[in-house]
C-alpha cells in the first residue's frame, strides 16, 4: 500500500484498525481527528492520523488502569441520621 496525503473515511478506518464508522465520527466531533472537506467529501489528512496515533499511544495497561478506576478512594460517607431499632411487636390481648 503506498502512502498517500488523504484518505477516505473508509480508507481512515481500515489505517486506524478498523474502528466502527460511529468511532470516526465520534473521534473526528470531539476535534481529536483532522479533516478536510472537498466538494461535498470529508477526507482525512495522513498527517492527522499519524499524530492521532502518536496522541494515543500508551505503555499503560488498559486492563490495569480500568481496575484501578474501581477502587474506592475515600470509605463511604456516613448515613446523616441513625436507623431506628426494630423491636419486636407484641400482640394485643
Known amino acids: 500500500m503506498t502512502e498517500r496525503d488523504i484518505y ?15 468511532s470516526i465520527y465520534q473521534i473526528l466531533h470531539t476535534g481529536e481527528l483532522a479533516s478536510i472537506v472537498i466538494g461535498s467529501r470529508r477526507f482525512i489528512p495522513a498527517a492527522a492520523i499519524a499524530r492521532l496515533i502518536a496522541n494515543s499511544t500508551t505503555t499503560t495497561s488498559p486492563a490495569l488502569t480500568a481496575a484501578r478506576s474501581h477502587v474506592p478512594t475515600r470509605p463511604p460517607a456516613a448515613l446523616p441520621f441513625k436507623p431506628a431499632l426494630r423491636t419486636r411487636r407484641q400482640g394485643i390481648r
Do not use: M, P
Open 8 to 22: 477516505s473515511i473508509d480508507e481512515a478506518r481500515e489505517r486506524l484498525g478498523g474502528i466502527s464508522r460511529s
